[in-house]
């Protein structure tokens, strides 16, 4: 009977925590006032709070209430899925703010991401993405001139970019992401509304077409408490490339 009770506890508080009745941040109610509800000993509500915590739920910190647990969208980092996608099949409604979409000619640094001359004209776009209104993402894109210019023509608030060219004939055969975390800058700063240094998770991406042609680079930094990366366990992706590398090391 024990057990029994100790899993309608906690799926009592899964569901109020999946509903929003207890939100983020707010406090569990607490063990004496769980025993009251349920008729039952402390036993039980700490197996079920212990549950949760495991589950990812709440936590718990001496000397107060247990917490529910800010969420976070995991993304898988060893495929490549389109933001607006993955924000969907995590059941949170995709948004984007378009800062700039512009012509330029590449500087060194961008001309051998990919891998063409210094000078070379590209499309760069600065574009904010959020999940369910908040602010989570600044993306930096830049494009080869002849891909890039295909988004003149279309309102970027309201597509997924990678999808839009994919279906002009400009979809990614390979993808490389490297991973690492960097200090705001005056424009993730404002746009994540974070003060400048703060710390954020950087995903940078190449892409290549069906002939190995780098036509993409990409710079996408997240806030850390909304988004964290993952990769499969083993660290290796089918062809035995490893994802996980040392720096330094090719």
Known sequence: MTEVVYKLIADDLRERIASGELAPGDDVPTEAELAQRWSTSRGPIRNALAALRQEGLIETTRGRPARVRERKAHQAVDVSIPFTRWARDIGAEPGARTQEVSLRRTDAEKATLLEVPEGTPVVDVLRLRLLDGRPTMVERLTYL?????????????????????????????????????????????????????????????????????????????????IVRFTVLASGRSPQGDAYVRPLGRA
């Open 145 to 225: 001139e002849p891909v890039g210019r295909l988004l003149f023509d279309v309102d970027l608030d309201t597509v997924s970019i990678t999808e839009y060219l994919a279906e002009r004939g400009h979809g990614s055969a390979d993808v490389h992401h490297e991973i690492d975390a960097v200090a705001a800058d005056e424009i993730d700063a404002d746009l994540l509304e974070v003060p400048v240094g703060s710390p954020i998770l950087r995903l940078r991406r190449i892409s290549r077409d069906a002939d190995g042609r780098t036509f993409e680079a990409s710079d996408d930094r997240y806030l850390s408490d």
